[in-house]
């Protein structure tokens, strides 16, 4: 797993600079429409009934407007819609720039 060693918003992006050198570019909007979050994914219960997750998969105009290091595996980033709640694991950003 490779961590971020640098973030910074540029425009309407996230750019992160990785520990082995490669570069990812993410649109806020996109971001924040990838939220791993509970109000935004929704939560599957032991029974696999899936509750929550059925607001808009779209957030035009949403900007980031802050991010936290949490622990050593993930960041937790502060969107302009009051939204905060998921975590992007490291793993998932690189994913997420991918694709």
Known sequence: MHAPTNIQLIGTEVAIV????????????KLRAASPSA??????DIFGHKYGGDGPKKFPGVQV??????????????????HNTGLYTYDYLRKLAAT
């Open 18 to 29: 990785w520990d082995d050198g490669a570069e990812s570019y993410l649109a806020c909007e």
């Open 39 to 44: 109000s935004n994914m929704g939560e599957v």
């Open 65 to 82: 407007v802050g991010w936290a290091i949490v622990g050593n595996y993930a960041v937790r980033f502060d969107f302009s819609d009051g």
